[in-house]
């Protein structure tokens, strides 16, 4: 398995609190990235870094904010969790575009 | 569409062939891939595709690419009951950086 870890791997929270989930490598991959998957939605993408402090938006980034000051570590912030954030949150990676995608082994997140 | 699209459900026999398609969305596409999600678990690399190909083969595993139509098939041959899973198509677009996903198709396999 590659080495990513997310952490913790299940959380319930009230709603209005923040939240932050984590997700490791011990892979130096260069990309990183956050997805959520909803029953009839797939996996869709919440946010991704192509680097140290560098981050971008995906689909569904509303609501949620994330940081890379280690090329390991990528965190997810809820800053005032919603019930309609309650998923399950996955975590990849990827040496580079185009390369086979790692996946951790998800957060199930409720909020309630 | 904007959407890579997958049919939601597949049922087979064991020891039947599987084929599930999928239709993506960007013709400039260079990979197509098929992930594999098993209960409770992360999503595991199946098998993927280069563009420039029509069809690639490992072992139980057949793709299919038809650039023309943007439509993708994985076909499982010899179904066996650990095969059922949800299973995702995905591309990367050819100005995004990360990998799109369908829906997924939940496999089922009756003995």
């Known amino acids: 398995d590659a080495g990513i870890t997310q952490s913790p791997r299940h959380k319930v929270t009230e709603t209005g609190t923040p939240v932050t989930l984590r997700c490791h490598q011990t892979?130096?991959?260069?990309?990183m990235y956050w997805y959520r998957q909803d029953p009839g939605h797939g996996l869709r993408l919440i946010h991704y870094?192509?680097?140290?402090?560098?981050?971008d938006k995906g689909e569904v980034s509303d609501g949620y904010s994330v940081s890379r000051s280690k090329t390991e570590d990528f965190l997810l912030t809820l800053e005032s969790a919603t019930s309609s954030q309650t998923s399950v949150y996955f975590c990849?990676?990827?040496?580079?575009?185009?390369?086979?995608?790692?996946f951790g082994q998800g957060t199930r997140l409720t909020v309630v | 569409g904007e959407d890579v699209e997958q049919s939601l459900f597949l049922s087979v026999r064991e020891g039947d062939s599987s084929v599930i398609n999928c239709t993506y969305t960007?013709?400039?596409?260079?990979?197509l891939y098929w992930y594999k999600q098993e209960p409770g678990a992360g999503l595991q690399l199946l098998t993927y595709?280069?563009?420039?190909?029509d069809m690639k083969q490992d072992q139980r595993l057949t793709v299919l690419l038809n650039k023309k139509d943007k439509h993708l098939s994985l076909r499982i041959a010899d179904t066996q009951t650990g095969d059922s899973a949800i299973y995702f198509c995905?591309?990367?677009?050819?100005?995004?950086?990360?990998?799109?996903f369908g829906k997924g198709t939940t496999l089922s396999v009756s003995s």
């Open positions: 892979e130096n991959h260069r990309y």
């Open positions: 995905a591309e990367i677009k050819q100005a995004g950086t990360a990998l799109i």
């Open positions: 990849a990676i990827t040496y580079d575009r185009n390369t086979e995608a790692f």
């Open positions: 595709i280069f563009s420039n190909m």
């Open positions: 870094s192509y680097g140290v402090k560098d981050t």
């Open positions: 960007d013709s400039s596409s260079t990979y």
